[in-house]
């Protein structure tokens, strides 16, 4: 290799460096317009460091498998590339929209083994579900090994649902523009999801 050659491409890594090093201390919605602007994958990669391990967690909780839940990771990571244009920060955060992506990927997955495997629905089990309003701070005074084992066990639209709010914590403001309902249709759906789990755990 000649020393232009290994000079050029020092100055180009050099420079490249640098211009990565500076992005890393964007915020996600800077990063974003940038991406939209430029379309450099590299930057997009800069939300993908800061991201994929937390979505692949998610997509584990659902897929249980960590080859599906890879797949899954990946799968979601090019849907966002390839969605970023819609993505409106007045409406919801960066990482409250990727979470809702997240999850409907997930979600669709779950359905889809559903139907392949055609294991047994959920809606076909009888749940006694009470009126009374169930608190998160019961919920967390449950067993968390038999708690995750209820979550499994409910629609994923559900799981959804509950680990957005009380994982995430996703506000009812975003979760009404993100599910377009209404304030008092999303902590119905909320407090029906509790109960659930809660009349599953009590059942195992």
């Not at 430029?38 to 990669?45: A, E, I, N, P």
Request: charge should be positive; glycine fraction near 2%.
């Amino acid at each position: 290799m000649s020393t232009l050659r290994m000079l050029i491409l020092v100055l180009v890594g050099s420079h490249l460096e640098s211009y990565l090093g500076s992005a890393k201390k964007l915020s996600d919605n800077e990063l974003v317009e940038k991406i939209k602007k430029t379309q450099d994958s590299q930057l997009f990669g800069i939300l993908y460091d800061r991201y994929s391990n937390k979505v692949y967690n998610k997509c584990y909780s659902f897929a249980r498998n960590d080859t599906e839940a890879k797949d899954l990771t990946q799968d979601i990571f090019l849907r966002v590339f390839l969605k970023l244009d819609q993505y409106k920060s007045e409406k919801a955060s960066f990482s409250t929209w990727l979470y809702v992506i997240t999850y409907n990927f997930c979600t669709n997955f779950v359905n889809r083994e559903k139907k392949k495997n055609r294991t047994e629905h959920l809606e076909d089990h009888e749940y006694h579900l009470s009126d009374q309003v169930v608190g998160i701070k019961e919920i967390n005074t449950l067993d968390p090994d038999k708690l995750n084992e209820a979550l499994q066990l409910l629609l994923p639209e559900e799981k959804a649902l509950l680990l957005l709010k009380y994982q995430d914590d996703v506000s009812i403001k975003e979760l009404q523009i993100t599910f377009d309902a209404g304030k008092s249709a999303i902590k119905m759906r909320l407090n029906r999801a509790k109960a659930k789990v809660v009349s599953i755990y009590n059942t195992l």
